[in-house]
């Protein structure tokens, strides 16, 4: 008994047999995968890597600031928070002169008014370092969460942001990206200068320091 021509027994289309689109077969290629605008070319916001904005090289990736970029940004917010400081303990060393003047000499408790003055000092010095670090803290804080740049940065060109979506940091990242360095510094400051170097060792070729692989974020150019 014949089931057809001997060269398609089971009857299936000629147009499948020839590769041409019939039914169980797709009418149309394969599009991009998600991710990807439709003309196929990945850029900004369309990770090539995983959690890289572009990947490095890419058509539309992002810049990425350089060091000396960054070394610039950092200064100029190092002399804006050292003018703040320097505000803060001249005030500081006011007070504590004016404590010790208003001591007599000649009064039988000037030992004590003395003594008055220099717990004044250290008091004093207290409160410029705790005012020093909630300022520092409020700058780097609310500006890099909220901002994604520092008066040093803008003025460089230079912003934080995501490292997976290329959006502003948000607080909660930010308030990590600031700790790390501060823990750092309380080894006579070599460990906050260590964070800070820590891009040059980077090979994700993002310059990532330490602090900003644990907050997710990255440094880009504008």
Not at 34 to 57: L, R, S
Not at 167 to 178: A, C, D, E
Not at 193 to 199: M, T
Request: proline share 9%; aromatic share 10%.
């Amino acid at each position: 008994m014949s089931f057809g021509d001997p060269n398609n027994p089971y009857g299936q289309p000629q147009n499948a047999q020839q590769g041409q689109p019939g039914y169980g077969y797709p009418q149309q290629p394969p599009q991009q995968g998600y991710g990807y605008p439709q003309g196929g070319q990945p850029g900004y916001g369309f990770p090539q890597q995983p959690g890289y904005p572009g990947g490095p090289g890419m058509p539309g990736a992002p810049r990425i600031a350089s060091m000396g970029r960054r070394l610039g940004a950092r200064l100029i917010d190092v002399l804006i928070v050292s003018v703040v400081y320097f505000v803060l303990s001249l005030a500081g060393v006011a007070g504590s002169i004016s404590a010790i003047s208003d001591c007599d000499p000649n009064a039988a408790d000037y030992q004590s008014c003395v003594n008055d003055a220099a717990s004044h000092v250290v008091a004093a010095a207290g409160a410029v370092i705790g005012a020093l670090t909630i300022c520092s803290l409020l700058y780097e804080w609310l500006m890099i969460g909220l901002i994604g740049a520092t008066l040093g940065k803008m003025a460089v060109g230079v912003r934080v942001v995501k490292a997976d979506t290329g959006q502003k940091p948000g607080l909660g990242s930010s308030i990590i990206r600031w700790v790390i360095p501060v823990v750092g510094s309380f080894a006579c400051g070599i460990g906050e200068l260590v964070v800070f170097l820590s891009p040059f060792w980077d090979k994700s070729g993002r310059q990532q320091g330490w602090h900003d692989k644990a907050a997710g974020t990255m440094v880009i150019q504008n």
